[in-house]
């Protein structure tokens, strides 16, 4: 998974979870982040106090994916946690239109069947009123 897919996927779950998105500055620790960079490296080469980056930026970050992802999320270990959450949602995705798909197919069987009654109906009444 790409870093594009990666920040794509946790805003989406961030915002799903709490409604908000990720702030810019948290976007840029996660892509940081997966390039091993070090909370020092990365308030450094933005000028930001190390205190900040490490002890809110980075643990809201982390707060908010854990929240949002239902597992505890760390500098180390949020890669794995968002490409769980993709296999995750990848299944339910297939699930579901394995679902869409059987429920598509009862529905016209359905149809079909309630055609045939009223088909039924209509030609038993058309013929009564020949009858008589």
């Given amino acids: 998974m ?29 892509k940081a ?43 180390k270990n949020f890669r794995q946690a968002l490409e769980r959450y993709q296999q995750a949602e990848k299944f339910v995705t297939y699930d579901e239109k394995e679902k869409q798909q059987y429920f598509g ?4 069987f359905w149809l079909f069947k309630e055609a045939q009654k009223n088909s039924t109906t209509f030609e038993n009444r058309y013929y009564s009123i020949d009858a008589e």
């Fill in 33 to 75: 982040s997966s390039e091993n960079q070090t909370y020092e490296q990365f308030a450094n080469d933005r000028g930001y106090c190390l205190d900040y980056i490490k002890k809110d930026v980075g643990s809201t970050l982390w707060q908010l994916l854990s929240q949002a992802l239902g597992e505890k999320v760390t500098k």
């Fill in 105 to 108: 197919i009862y529905l016209m």
């Fill in 2 to 30: 790409n870093i594009q897919e990666l920040l794509t996927i946790a805003d989406k779950v961030v915002s799903k979870s709490s409604g908000r998105h990720l702030t810019d500055l948290q976007s840029d620790l996660l």
